[in-house]
């Protein structure tokens, strides 16, 4: 069983920074998509940004330029640098790894709240 744990949210003023780090339990190397996720009170869980095999990442509309994706392999670890946070970032945000087969492990959450 994969084990994805996440840290780095908080609480943050509106413009201020965060990231938000998922470690995996195994070499990530087995995973064929990675992505970071968020879901704010009432609201359905949206993708924020998703990285493939290489180091391209794909993101949100409402996020890019703002914020970045990366992976450090050496650590089995994603991360999600937040910058220029809005109070509408604020939700729980969750990574989620899926292998070749189709197989999908989620962290299990952490809170990130913007105030205005």
């Known amino acids: 069983q994969v084990q994805l744990v996440e840290s780095g949210g908080g609480l943050v003023q509106a413009g201020g920074s965060l990231r938000l780090s998922c470690a995996a339990s195994?070499?990530?190397?087995?995973?064929?998509?990675m992505g970071w996720y968020r879901q704010a009170p009432g609201k359905e869980r949206d993708l924020v940004a998703a990285?493939?095999?290489?180091?391209?990442?794909n993101y949100a509309d409402s996020v890019k330029g703002r914020f970045t994706m990366s992976r450090d392999n050496a650590k089995n670890t994603v991360y999600l640098q937040m910058n220029s946070l809005k109070p509408e970032d604020t939700a729980v945000y969750y990574c989620?790894?899926?292998?070749?087969?189709?197989?999908?492990?989620w962290g299990q959450g952490t809170q990130v709240t913007v105030s205005s």
């Open positions: 989620k790894f899926t292998t070749p087969w189709g197989n999908t492990y």
């Open positions: 195994r070499n990530i190397f087995t995973f064929n998509t």
């Open positions: 990285i493939g095999g290489g180091d391209t990442a």
